[in-house]
T-cell receptor, first 115, second 115 residues
């Protein structure tokens, strides 16, 4: 158990809908990362938050957005869902930012299926 | 250009034998970190081992060791005395420079341990 929790574990929805994925980082970790794992794109970094502020952005679509709340949990919002958004979405957390060794601990993932 | 290359899509290894999973990387940064993660069929991402670019010694964690050859830009994972529970996908990942914590992953190697 990495200490990172994600809810829900599974999500099935229809095209055009909007969903929210939730992540609670390990106790004390200030950085939260979101990754998408799909069959065709592999594992891709989406976005990072550090202590409530957006720190880095990767291949995140404009239909997707994220935020980190004062209690450090994070939510990833996916809207106008398409079939291609079906994937395993991981949240990871780490203690800090801008340091040499910054191990990321991954949550169990949320498997999103868009029908 | 691919930054992390894992050339072995799948490997079959006899139980109790050692196995080497290949990983080459591409970066122009002097400071970077290399990670290996294991993903069992259950889907979670499990951190295995880390190597910093300035670390002079190869990293080891129990049965895992990282064969780091900086000049060749390779960071192969060696698993000694393989066990049935080692059957999983293995991902090599890189974090470049201090200011960017995102992990760039390779395509993975599916390791199957044969009893």
């Amino acid at each position: 158990d990495s200490g990172v929790t994600q809810t829900p574990k599974h999500l099935i929805t229809a095209t055009g809908q909007r969903v929210t994925l939730r992540c609670s980082p390990r106790s004390g970790d200030l950085s939260v990362y979101w990754y998408q794992q799909s069959l065709d794109q592999g594992l891709q970094f989406l976005i990072q938050y550090y202590n409530g502020e957006e720190r880095a952005k990767g291949n995140i679509l404009e239909r997707f957005s994220a935020q980190q709340f004062p209690d450090l949990h994070s939510e990833l919002n996916l809207s106008s869902l398409e079939l291609g958004d079906s994937a395993l979405y991981f949240c990871a957390s780490s203690a800090g930012a801008g340091v040499t060794y910054n191990e990321q601990f991954f949550g169990p993932g949320t498997r999103l299926t868009v029908l | 250009a691919q930054k992390i290359t894992q050339t072995q899509p799948g490997m079959f290894v006899q139980e109790k034998e050692a196995v080497t999973l290949d990983c080459t990387y591409d970066t122009s940064d002097q400071s970077y970190g290399l990670f290996w993660y294991k993903q069992p069929s259950s889907g979670e991402m499990i951190f295995l081992i880390y190597q910093g670019s300035y670390d002079e010694q190869n990293a080891t964690e129990g049965r895992y060791s990282l064969n780091f050859q900086k000049a060749r830009k390779s960071a192969n994972l060696v698993i000694s005395a393989s066990q049935l529970g080692d059957s999983a996908m293995y991902f090599c990942a890189m974090r470049e420079n201090f200011g960017n914590e995102k992990l760039t992953f390779g395509t993975g190697t599916r390791l199957t341990i044969i009893p």
